[in-house]
């Protein structure tokens, strides 16, 4: 293996292990994101819109398990973090609108008590653990709860590809 072999397979090793490290954990700011009043902020604390989009997800996976009037925590949080953990990358990020879109559809179609998963759902000190081997959806492709996410072999060799032409290149 040359040189260049040598180059590209650190490239891939560095998508791949790049791809999965986002998915960590959903962050306590993000549970908490959905309660607080965003109307009246100055325009240097404005929210970017969500690259990706909530619509047409499939809230089942939550609302199928996640059901009242006595939520049981097991049930909820763990719905939660099957639909919200390949979001992660997107809904962790506070400059943008995701976590708050992705509560108002979540709160739209389940009609849960507001605050009910940021009171309840609770792991550590970062926030709920996501699976590391959890894939993220892309923006644009379209969301449909955890089913919706691209193998993590495929976004791993796209992105290896892209470093390696980026890298071959120079």
Known sequence: ???????????????????????????????????????????????K???VSFEGANYTIIT????????QPSLCCGALKD????????????????AATMFSYINLYGKYPPGLFANTCHEGDKGLSCPE????VQPGQKASGAAAVAAPAAAAAVAAALAVSSIMSC
Do not use: W
Request: charged share 15%; proline share 5%; aromatic share 8%.
């Open 1 to 47: 293996m040359g040189l260049r072999g040598g180059v590209a397979l650190r490239a891939a090793v560095l998508a791949a292990v790049l791809g999965f490290a986002a998915a960590g954990f959903i962050s306590n700011d993000a549970l908490l994101e959905h309660g607080h009043d965003t109307t009246g902020r100055s325009l240097l604390q404005a929210k």
């Open 133 to 136: 081997d959890t894939p993220q």
């Open 64 to 71: 199928s398990r996640c059901k009242g009037p006595l939520y």
């Open 83 to 98: 639909f919200a953990c390949p979001y992660s990358t997107y809904i962790n990020d506070v400059t943008t609108n995701c």
């Open 49 to 51: 819109d969500c690259p």
